[in-house]
């Protein structure tokens, strides 16, 4: 099945990220001559020309997600580098992340917030040339590129504990800047700000629906998730709770319903871009574009395969206990998110196995189309069960674990809070699986909550593999209960039985080395 990505890039020669910047960008991404670029007066003449500029506005998405992934995925407890990975693989892994590293170089991000202010400065020419430009159409539009420029924000600050902050929607450099970098708390609350003021308009009223831009992140969820980053719990509720009833009269398009279950959670990655009950923001590549996507190439057994699943995954997987049956993640584990080649024979009953990521091979004829998901819809119902949780009080918490095991059904039917809510399987429901609970003889809140946490984050190790957000998860959680060992513990057991065990626990219960190198 041919992956088609709709991105063109092409656009790109109007966008100001073409202007040199010390973050080291990379000239030849763009391939168009200095002579052949037109000015943004020449541009932005139609309601086509304001979304086309949009979409172009993150095509450096296409460069930075896989790298992402690579991130998240070695640094965490969810990759392991083989004996064919090259030393910029290894790094992550062994956490020792030089500056020079390609896959720690912020360019491409920078280059999406560049390209965004590009766009905020100059859309609104279109309405002297195009009618159909009006107030709510530039409000939808204009709030999807301050929303993606705040994910782009936060994905930096959550990789190097710091950002550059171009400030006034720059797009030229001039010759006097002096670079602002804002730390951790400073960015977060500033994009909370800018987000908080968009919902204040007057088109939040029950007249503005929040519209899907392709490709961009829902702004009601991202700002929950960012009140959830700085343990503002209540408001997260509000406003993950609000991504799941954004579209459509009352009824909640992000649902975890019967669309992609069973055998059909597979689908949830072919031409993710198309699947919009699951799939909220997706950067999408394609082979026959030349956009292709090179995680095959990193961890496909057939191809270099420098990476594979940690063991500690495969056994997470392999260890669920289904509703009914035999053992095992049957619908999201072996055969979807990984599978495992015998490759020798020991005795009559010993065999050498090794496994290997098919999550972006679901295609296997054409692995390299994968989509890179940013986004979707189990994400944001996990996200809002941690925030419910993280209220602490036990009807909170109770919403928490219907999110995470079954859904609404029979037995827990939808209360008052819930009836807008469409069907809804819950995480674990979906994927037959049977429920977590907390033990009856529990009574101590802290232990509780914790407890309840804990199941959330090994959910969504399971069901978001190797989509960008375990380190994320890991580093929010051990900050939040300040315990480095929560996160520590949890990447050093890839090394368990080996000499690297202490150094990288060791190394990891300084919370300094969860950064990347800030240049």
């Known amino acids: 099945m041919e992956n088609r990505s709709r991105i063109t890039p092409y656009l790109l020669a109007i966008f ?7 973050f080291g960008c990379k000239d030849e991404f763009f391939d168009e001559k200095a002579g052949d670029r037109i000015t943004p007066d020449q541009h932005y003449q139609s309601l086509v020309d304001a979304f086309i500029s949009t979409q172009g506005a993150i095509i450096p998405l296409q ?8 991130l998240d995925g070695l640094r965490s407890d969810m990759m392991e580098v083989t004996p064919n990975a090259e030393s910029f693989l290894t790094e992550l892994h062994y956490q020792m992340i030089s500056a ?6 912020p360019s491409d991000l920078y280059k999406v917030i560049v390209n965004i202010n590009e766009v905020l400065v100059n859309i609104d020419r279109v309405a002297e040339k195009d009618k159909e430009y009006d107030a709510l159409t530039a409000y939808t539009l204009k709030g999807a590129l301050i929303g993606m420029r705040a994910w782009t924000y936060l994905t930096l600050v959550r990789l190097y504990n710091k950002v550059v902050y171009i400030d006034n929607n720059l797009t030229s450099i001039p010759d006097n800047l002096t670079q602002k970098v804002l730390g951790r708390e400073a960015i977060l609350d500033t994009l909370i700000n800018q987000l908080e003021r968009y919902f204040k308009s007057e088109y939040t009223t029950t007249k503005y629906t929040e519209l899907r831009i392709p490709y961009y992140v829902n702004n009601k969820a991202l700002l929950g998730e960012l009140y959830l980053e700085v343990g503002r719990y209540t408001e997260a509720v509000a406003y993950l709770k609000l991504a799941c009833e954004s579209y459509g009269n009352g009824t909640a398009l992000l649902k975890v319903d019967r669309t992609y279950q069973n055998n059909a959670w597979s689908n ?34 057939n191809y270099k395969y420098m990476v594979k699943p940690s063991t500690i ?34 005795n009559d009953s010993t065999f050498i196995t090794e496994a290997y990521i098919t999550k972006y091979a679901i295609d296997r004829e054409d692995p390299f189309s994968s989509d890179i998901i940013i986004s979707r819809a189990a994400d944001i119902h996990l996200l809002l ?18 999110l995470v095991n079954q859904g609404f059904n029979k037995e827990n039917p939808k209360p008052a809070p819930f009836t807008r809510w469409a069907s809804n399987l819950g995480i674990r429901g979906r994927a037959y699986l049977k429920s977590r609970e907390v033990p009856k003889n529990m009574m101590d809140a802290d232990s509780i909550t914790n407890l309840i946490e804990d199941y959330i984050i090994a959910e969504r190790a399971l069901e978001l593999a190797f989509e960008g957000k375990r380190w ?20 050093a057991a890839k090394f368990a039985g080996t000499s690297q065990y202490e150094a990288i626990r060791n190394k990891l219960m300084n919370p300094a080395n969860w950064y990347l190198p800030f240049e």
């Open 100 to 105: 020079s590293n390609p896959l720690a170089d």
């Open 313 to 346: 995954l495969v056994d997470s997987f392999m260890a669920q206990i289904p509703a009914l049956g035999v053992p095992g993640d049957l619908y999201r584990g072996k055969g979807i998110t990984f599978d495992a080649d015998t490759l020798s024979k020991i």
């Open 268 to 301: 949830i990655f072919l031409n993710a871009e198309s699947n919009l009950i699951e799939n909220i923001s997706v950067i999408p590549f394609s082979r026959a574009e030349n956009q292709f996507n090179p995680i095959a190439d990193w961890v496909g057994r």
């Open 472 to 491: 994320f998860d890991l580093v929010r959680v051990a900050e939040r209960r300040n315990d480095p060992a929560y996160l520590a513990d949890k990447v």
């Open 385 to 402: 069960a941690e925030a419910y949780n993280r209220m602490g009080d036990p009807v909170s918490q109770k919403y928490a674990l219907i």
């Open 16 to 22: 100001s990220a073409l202007l040199v910047f010390s």
């Open 63 to 70: 460069d930075a997600m896989p790298k992402l992934i690579m």
